[in-house]
């Protein structure tokens, strides 16, 4: 009888942990993402396309600050827009990426009526 009551706590216990565990966890690279489209936002740049493009490779520090690898873009302009907003810039996120290689893709699309 013991071993069942036992059991029976064992069960009811684990079954709270799972119950109380967060169903939606936040991804640390999603909150990475949108905080360098943060700062990459409100370009002041004048886009005569209907939207520039550029696919951006970068790496954090040991100080937490985004290092530009690369920006590959047809426009210079997005180039040096891009590495002026992001290099060493101080981010608040958790991850700990040693060598990790960080990749993502920016559009700029032109505002209506311009």
Known sequence: MKKITVLLFA????SSQIFASNNNPVNAEQLLRNEIASLLDHPK?????EELSANIEFTLNSRDEIVVLTVDSEQDIVIEYVKSRLNYKKIDSEIKAGNKVFKIALKIIRPQGV
């Open 45 to 49: 740049i004048k886009v005569e396309k």
């Open 11 to 14: 069960i009811v216990l684990g």
